[in-house]
């Protein structure tokens, strides 16, 4: 029994050590591909202001000729996408990638892989036995497959390479969307109530166990879509959820981007969904936007709500203000910390022009 136990032992401590050569292995591959790539120029990551235009519609015809636009966010659900099982609708991409590229813009893409998922992926996961997390999103009772779930991952992992070989040689297309921690949206949201953490613990919840999730998706993104850069947004899982780790409320987030930035070097953007006029100013010491201030230069932001017709003022905290005064001070939070770009709700840049021509000049100036 003795002998048996240290047979396990070695063969566990074999496995780790051929994982670490493997990934050490990929890194050095990655670093000496763009030393020779570096030799002829490498693209920059755009700057300015990218419209977010309507889940799974074009973009409006007042996006695309404004001269401030510089880019323009595509987004669409998974489930449109692909509908059955290997079966894929790209007319909507391919179509929206089209007109955008011959308005001179680039395009942001997020396909929404968590509240825009097929069926017939959670009836996959159930099928194999998977674990569900159950949480209250808005009212609404909503249970998900739990973020490592290789079932999910797997699927997950086909979509975003049969995407890539579609478009990733699409000039237009510049920025990708990686997802790994996103309870409802593509934003982080790891839901974190005691409640939610007693349920985590019992499905087996740990810190690795996320981390690899974040590497499986990254690492898929990256290599599906080698010539585009990959965007991430984060946040922190609460002070209680990754303890004992020494810093838990980021530990996840931070721990992700130092090993994506060490595998893919000048690929991986780090930004923040929630830009209003009540974030921390710079450089955010003490608050989740100290991983922003670190992570820079490659940066970005996306508002967190409209500014025009939203009777509840979400970007303001509540207060009533004057959209275009609440818009103008996000941006300038947003600039503050340096983003390269900002993600600004259709609806905002037109009907605000003058902030939008603002905002481009602000966020492109040298």
Known sequence: MKKLTQTKQVLTYSARSIQTITRSLSIAFVALTLLIESTHGRAQIPQGVFSIANLGLAPQDEVLTDPNVDGVTVR???????????????SYIDTTLASVGAAGKKVLLRIMTQGGKPAWVTTAVKNAGGLFFT????????SIPVFWDPTF??????????????????PALSIV?????????????VPHSNTDITQWQRLGYTSDLLIGAGHTIIDATMAAFPNQFVTLAVAANGTKLDQPNPDPADYVARTVKDDERALWPGRLIIQKNDLSTFIPLFPGTGTIYDIITESAPDIAGQMLFQCVGDSSYKVNKGVPIDPALALTISVNNGVGYGE???EIYQVDVVNLPDVIAYAHGALTAP
């Open 135 to 142: 949480f209250n999103s808005n009212g609404k009772k909503t």
């Open 76 to 90: 669409l659900n998974w489930s449109t996408l692909e509908p059955t099982e290997g079966q894929y609708d790209f």
């Open 153 to 170: 991952l797997a699927k997950k992992t086909a979509m975003i390479q049969a995407l890539g070989a579609h478009v990733t040689n699409n």
């Open 340 to 342: 390269k770009y900002i």
């Open 177 to 189: 969307v990686a997802s790994f921690a996103n309870a409802t949206s593509e934003d982080w949201n």
